[in-house]
Each structure stands twice: as structure tokens, then as C-alpha cells.
Antibody, heavy 120, light 108 residues
Framework: EVQLLQSGGGLVQPGGSLRLSCAAS????????MTWVRQAPGKGLEWVSG????????YYADSVKGRFSISRDNSKNTLYMQMNNLRAEDTAVYYC?????????????WGQGTPVTVSS | ETVMTQSPATLSVSPGERATLSCRAS??????LAWYQQKPGQAPRLLIY???TRATGVPARFSGSESGTEFTLTISSPQSEDVAVYYC??????????FGQGTRLEIK
């Protein structure tokens, strides 16, 4: 069974940093791209970032480009999101998800989500 | 960027009444369209990909269809456990990946 277990969220002040983790099991991790999607309180889904299976290709939404950095450690089957210079508008539940293979880029399954609150 | 527009914002149906949720793309997405279900307090779950292919384990009452840039998720006979917010997502031209704003399904 594919499982994604997230950790690392919490409360941080504006301008601060936080690192999210997503530990994967049940599939060959380095064969699949991974992604982060967030959901602000009471709002819809917003794609944040994606990374290829090898880690060689990364993609970002304009809203986080230059502040967030996605990475993966295939030896540990773990995905990361380093978030710097955090803003109030980054407050959200962050989900990691496994990306489909080939030309497709849909997400299945998703992690349980981890809340990030940016506030003074 | 491809903008995805869902309607209605909220859909209220009686038990057994067909539910039809719509999603419109601002440009062609060539069937690269997925639907997700998000129940209260839970992570999203993949329902449909490729506009009309059900994901593993998804009940047959869920179906997807397309007509040009208009996509439809149909729930043939909604059950109480189908109360959720439903999102469409395009993956034709990215980045960025874009989602619709969601349709909330209520059962009367």
C-alpha cells in the first residue's frame, strides 16, 4: 500500500523558515515525480511545486518561486519543501502527493496534510 | 496559465437524484483533466483522470465526460458519503498546474 506520511508544519513568524517532510513507502520512490499542493483556510487547492523522480527537474508556482525549494532524498524515500521568507499568505495546509507517470501529471495518493501558520 | 472554472459553487441534490458538476477550461486541455473529492477534514482523493477514466476503487456511480473545453463529473445516485467538495485539475499545459475553485455537494 502506498503511504505518504508528512511532518514538519507549525507556527512561524513572518520572514521565518520551515521545512516540510513527506516520507513515502509502498512504491519505488525514485520512479515517480512528487508534488506539493496547499490549501489556505476555507479556500481551494493551489499547486505549489513539483519535482521529477531523479530530482533533476523542479517546478514552482510564481507565488513561491525564489522563496520555496523542493528537493528529495531517494536514499531515504523522502520529499522535502524548504520554505523561506514566509508570508501570512503562505498560511495553509500543505499536502504532498505522488505524481502519475509518463505524460500524465495527476496526483494519487495524497499525504495527510500538515498545517503551516505564518503569524506574529 | 489555463484557468479552470467550476459551477455551481454549491449543488444540493436529493438522495438518488443525479448530480452534475461542471468544469470549464479557458483553453484546450486535450483530455488531461482530473477530478478529486475532498471530504471534510480529509486530504483530496483522485476520482477521475484522463477526463473519463475512474481511478482504482472509485464506485461506478462516478463518471466523467468532456465536450471541447467543458468537462462534467456525474454522480448517478449520490449517497450520503459523497458529501464533499469536488475539484477539477488540468495537466495539459504546466507549470502551473491549475485547479478549479471547487463545487460543494450537499445531500438534502
Amino acid at each position: 500500500e502506498v503511504q505518504l506520511l508528512q511532518s514538519g508544519g507549525g507556527l512561524v513568524q513572518p520572514g521565518g523558515s520551515l521545512r516540510l517532510s513527506c516520507a513515502a513507502s509502498g512504491f519505488t520512490f525514485n520512479d515517480y515525480g512528487m508534488t506539493w499542493v496547499r490549501q489556505a483556510p476555507g479556500k481551494g487547492l493551489e499547486w505549489v511545486s513539483g519535482i521529477s523522480g531523479s530530482g533533476g527537474n523542479t517546478y514552482y508556482a510564481d507565488s513561491v518561486k525564489g522563496r520555496f525549494s523542493i528537493s528529495r532524498d531517494n536514499s531515504k524515500n523522502t520529499l522535502y519543501m524548504q520554505m523561506n521568507n514566509l508570508r501570512a499568505e503562505d498560511t495553509a495546509v500543505y499536502y504532498c502527493a505522488k505524481v502519475s507517470r509518463g505524460r500524465d501529471y495527476f496526483f494519487d495518493p495524497w499525504g495527510q496534510g500538515t498545517p503551516v501558520t505564518v503569524s506574529s | 496559465e489555463t484557468v479552470m472554472t467550476q459551477s455551481p459553487a454549491t449543488l444540493s441534490v436529493s438522495p438518488g437524484e443525479r448530480a452534475t458538476l461542471s468544469c470549464r477550461a479557458s483553453q484546450s486541455v486535450n483530455s488531461y483533466l482530473a477530478w478529486y473529492q475532498q471530504k471534510p477534514g480529509q486530504a483530496p482523493r483522485l476520482l477521475i483522470y484522463g477526463a473519463s477514466t475512474r481511478a482504482t476503487g472509485v464506485p461506478a456511480r462516478f463518471s466523467g465526460s468532456e465536450s471541447g473545453t467543458e468537462f462534467t463529473l456525474t454522480i448517478s445516485s449520490p449517497q450520503s458519503e459523497d458529501v464533499a467538495v469536488y475539484y477539477c485539475q488540468q495537466y495539459n499545459r504546466w507549470p502551473p498546474i491549475t485547479f478549479g475553485q471547487g463545487t460543494r455537494l450537499e445531500i438534502k
